[in-house]
Structures are given as structure tokens and as C-alpha cells.
């Protein structure tokens, strides 16, 4: 799979190119699939019950009845482990029903892409939610469904929410707002308003990591074979090696 204009970048691809530019020569030049995990497919659930919900409803009694629709039974060892996954997952929307009764704010968008150029770059991206809120600012909302929150998390150190901020700006000219990490499993939110991102640094990440895409620097970095999903297949994996010794 070559990427159908080489000039265009977006957060996972310059997440993937940081954590291992042999990962990213794996998965966006050779289309390597890293697979699904128990946990990926869950996110994969909750992503696509909550942009139908928000879609098609305003009743939050109708969310279980979408993820019951949206429920992928892919990436489980086993019938004992989907069934665990499942209920983590309806645990999370009960308590995301609780707070869409009590939500203030307007869900203008869900999954809305925004695309804008930056010296010869285009930078693409998609976003879960977009609310209007009363005051009539702006709230973009990155949902995560794992169940860990690092401590000391400093939201405006996010490349993600960094990127998504600069797209909201940019592209859709909303100029007054803030960027949320929305811990569905946590039933958490942590803001930061759009000014409190460094747009320049983020704009230079993503063009450094464009530029050493282009020339092909593809070098193994294997910092994050421990946690990469392709590990068991790399010929550089520092975990399979130690596997084998
Ligand atoms: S296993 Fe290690 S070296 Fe191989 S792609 Fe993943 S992170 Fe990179």
C-alpha cells in the first residue's frame, strides 16, 4: 500500500514514524495489518457505537442498543474473553448515559475530518466529536478507552490533541475553543484551550517526520518493540530475540 499522495501526513502516521520508522515502513509502504487486540477491538467498538449514537439519536437509552450493533467480535482468544471485553464495554456507556443526560453542550460533528497545507505539507486528520458549547466556543474530544491515565498527564504535551487543535483553527476557523481527552473508561475529561498548544513545535514534528519519511530513513528503533504490535513478526524485534535466547 503506497500512500496516494506522499506529501500528506496525519497523527498516526507521524505517532508510528516516532515510535519506529521500521514500523512505519511496515505498516504505510508495505500495508502491513498489525491485527486487533482485546483492547483495540473494544476502542473500535466504542468509537463506532458513539458516532452512530450521536449520529442517529438524541436518546441516551438507544446507546446500548447501538453498541449491541457495533460489538466486534474480532481479536479475542476466546468466548470467555469477549464476553469480559463486552461487559468492560457496557460499563463504560452506562456511565456515558448517565452524563449525555446531563450534557449542556450541542454535538455539532462526530468523526469530521479536517485537512489543511503547511509549507508544501497537507495534514490531515479526524476527529471523534465536535460540541458547540453554551458560550458558544468550541470543544473537539478525543475519546480513549483504556483504562489507564498516566500520571501527571499534561494534555498540552499531546501531539494528538495538538494537531487537532491547530486542524479545528485552521480549517474550520473555530476560533475560540478547547481540546479534550474524553476517558471514556475513566469517566474523566482533561481540557486544554486551543492557544495553550505550541503550534509551531507540533507543525516541526510533523514536517521533520515528513522529511525523513521522504528520504526513507526507515531505521529499526527498538525502544518500542516491547509494546509494538508487529513484535512477533519483525526480524528486528529486541522481544523476540530475547524470546529466543
Ligand atoms: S518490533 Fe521493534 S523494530 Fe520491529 S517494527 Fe516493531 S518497534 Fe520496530
Redesign the pocket.
Known amino acids: 500500500m503506497i500512500p496516494q499522495n506522499p506529501r500528506e501526513l496525519n497523527y498516526s502516521k507521524v505517532k508510528t514514524y516516532r515510535?519506529?520508522p521500521?514500523?512505519y515502513k511496515?505498516k504505510y509502504t508495505e500495508g502491513r495489518k498489525e491485527g486487533l487486540t482485546p483492547a483495540t477491538s473494544l476502542g473500535v467498538s466504542i468509537h463506532r457505537t458513539l458516532d452512530d449514537y450521536h449520529s442517529h439519536s438524541s436518546d441516551p437509552g438507544e446507546i446500548m442498543r447501538y453498541y449491541n450493533a457495533n460489538f466486534l467480535c474480532a481479536g479475542f482468544g476466546g468466548a470467555g474473553e469477549q464476553m469480559e471485553y463486552y461487559l468492560k464495554g457496557q460499563r463504560m456507556l452506562k456511565i456515558y448515559e448517565q452524563r449525555e443526560h446531563e450534557r449542556k453542550s450541542a454535538v455539532d460533528a462526530t468523526e469530521r475530518e479536517f485537512m489543511f497545507d503547511y509549507e508544501g505539507w497537507t495534514i490531515r486528520g479526524k476527529i471523534d466529536r465536535i460540541d458547540r458549547l453554551e458560550d458558544d466556543s468550541w470543544e473537539v474530544i478525543d475519546y480513549k478507552t483504556d483504562a489507564q491515565l498516566e500520571e501527571n498527564y499534561d494534555i498540552t504535551s499531546s501531539l494528538q490533541l495538538g494537531v487537532y487543535s491547530i486542524g479545528a483553527r485552521r480549517a474550520w476557523n473555530l476560533k475560540k475553543g478547547k481540546a479534550t481527552v474524553y476517558f471514556v473508561a475513566l469517566d474523566k475529561k482533561i481540557s486544554a484551550g486551543f492557544d495553550s498548544f505550541n503550534e509551531r513545535e507540533i507543525l516541526d514534528i510533523f514536517t521533520a517526520a515528513g522529511e525523513a519519511i521522504e528520504a526513507r530513513k526507515f531505521a529499526?528503533?527498538?525502544k518500542?518493540?516491547p509494546r509494538?504490535l508487529?513484535?512477533n513478526r519483525?526480524?528486528?524485534?529486541?522481544?523476540?530475540r530475547q524470546e529466543a535466547a
Open positions: 515510535e519506529c521500521y514500523l511496515l529499526p528503533d527498538t518500542h518493540c509494538c508487529m513484535n519483525c526480524p528486528y524485534s529486541s522481544v523476540k
